[in-house]
């Protein structure tokens, strides 16, 4: 199976725009759609980004998603930070069998 | 509304059984899977497995085969994640989510269960 690895901590000042990899060990990153998911403080996760690119319904367009196949990642996009997206942040993805691999979770502090 | 409600805290001795709950509402519950998550303490999200209510076809993350099983009511819209015989290790906070058909993707989540394991 593959793992996909997250750097396990960014920063970055409010207003700015930061993006979180998620890098996957062997197989093509464009072969299973990846998730992003966040998890504030004590609450449950919730889903940003699903099937690469796309964004649930009241997820704020400042949220994007991409996949590169030339470094075989993908990466969550926030633009004009504020400190409510002070979370972890989780890339998922899925095997042939449907098996989901969770990324390690990246914790983004917005200071 | 999507709601995704979980059972409450449970406190078990090793080797006591368990069985907790995830009652899906505000959408076809036979129509969707529905997928449990395990949050060890300060620790990251792991895949436990899915069940579609529908026809109950259960699929286990292979290190969770064996340990757990997956099950669903259908009538009562509900999912469970049950333990023959608890561990320490077990402590954990654990989630079910709403899957599409596809079985890739998660869209709503439970407020999370948490169980303690300790003698």
């Known amino acids: 199976n593959f793992m996909l690895t997250q750097p396990h901590s960014v920063s970055e000042s409010p207003g700015k725009t930061v993006t979180i990899s998620c890098t996957r060990s062997?197989?093509?990153?464009?072969?299973?759609?990846v998730q992003w998911y966040q998890q504030r403080p004590g609450s449950s996760p919730t889903t940003v980004i699903y099937?690469?690119?796309?964004?649930p319904s009241g997820v704020p367009d400042r949220f994007s998603g991409s996949i590169d196949s030339s470094s075989n990642s993908a990466s969550l996009t926030i633009s004009g930070l504020k400190t409510e997206d002070e979370a972890d942040y989780y890339c998922?993805?899925?095997?042939?069998?449907?098996?989901?691999?969770f990324g390690g979770g990246t914790k983004l502090t917005v200071l | 509304e999507v709601q995704l409600v979980q059972s409450g805290a449970e406190v078990k001795k090793p080797g006591e059984s368990l069985k907790i709950s995830c009652k899906g509402s505000?959408?076809?519950?036979?129509?969707?899977?529905i997928g449990w998550v395990r949050q060890m303490p300060g620790k990251g999200l792991e895949w436990m497995g899915i069940?579609?209510?529908?026809?109950?076809?259960?699929r286990y993350s292979p290190s969770f085969q064996g340990q757990v099983t997956i099950s669903a009511d259908k009538s009562i819209s509900t999912a469970y994640l049950q333990w023959s015989s608890l561990k320490a290790s077990d402590t954990a906070m654990y989630y079910c989510?709403?899957?599409?058909?596809?079985?890739?993707?998660?869209?709503?989540w439970g407020q999370g269960t948490l169980v303690t394991v300790s003698s």
């Open positions: 062997s197989g093509s990153i464009a072969s299973n759609y």
């Open positions: 998922q993805s899925y095997d042939s069998s449907n098996h989901w691999v």
């Open positions: 505000g959408y076809s519950f036979t129509s969707y899977w």
């Open positions: 099937e690469d690119n796309q964004r």
């Open positions: 989510a709403r899957v599409g058909p596809a079985a890739i993707a998660a869209d709503y």
């Open positions: 069940i579609y209510p529908g026809d109950s076809d259960t």
